[in-house]
């Protein structure tokens, strides 16, 4: 019964976000036959490298694009929880508030008095505005699109965001440890095969220095039996 190979399974599964395990090289032969093999398994590893590099770039962008966005993403939702509260009539059980109101029957009234903040024009650049109690509110969704929501609609999607935010920045760490453990299991490859070739090449070497030496010996065999049959070809005479 046949055992199936370890390392050819391992070499077409991937990882959950589909990327494929670089093949690990533990018997160079099982990758060369010959010598006249090693430039192409060297270009293809090194080929295999480049991808996985380009892939950890990506990666690492996308990361730092999810790390900027996330603190955004919060302070949005914190934002909204907050006009929330100053809501009328809005639900008792608010479990995804950040700072949970402390009377237990809160009655926000309707008769509330605007609050008096500011808004953030630019990095260096506020402006002072007085917001009333709202049940909609506007949200930026990228591409210069704004669209309406009710404060729960808002509430559950800013919610929705921030978790797809976080996995995926999680999913990003993950592929970025999984990148670097590949190209590091490639460029031992590269090493061995490498190394097998000069070691191949030094056998060979010496191979044909033996072989050489041994030719050498014979033919000065052969060049000093010759004086002696010529001596004795002329005693005859």
Known sequence: MSTPDKSKSKETSTNPRGIPYAPFVDKVEDYVSSRAEVEGTLKSFQEMIS??????????????GLKDKIPDIRKTLDAVRFLRTRTV??????PQM??????????????SPPLATTFELNDTLYAK??????????????????LSYTIPEAETLLVGKLEGAERNLVNCDEDMDFLREQITTLEVATARVYNWDVTQKRKEKGD??????????AGGK?????????????DNG
């Open 129 to 146: 505005a007085n917001v009333p109690a709202t049940e909609d509110v506007y949200l930026w969704l990228g591409a210069n699109v704004m």
């Open 98 to 111: 950040t700072t949970p109101p402390t009377d237990p029957d809160p009655q926000p009234q309707p008769s």
């Open 89 to 94: 009539g809005f639900p008792l059980s608010l």
């Open 51 to 64: 991808k996985y590099q380009f892939m950890e770039v990506n990666t690492q962008r996308r990361a730092a």
């Open 208 to 217: 044909e220095e033996e072989e050489g030496g041994d030719k050498g010996k």
């Open 222 to 234: 052969t060049a000093s039996s010759a004086p002696s049959g010529a001596a004795e070809t002329a």
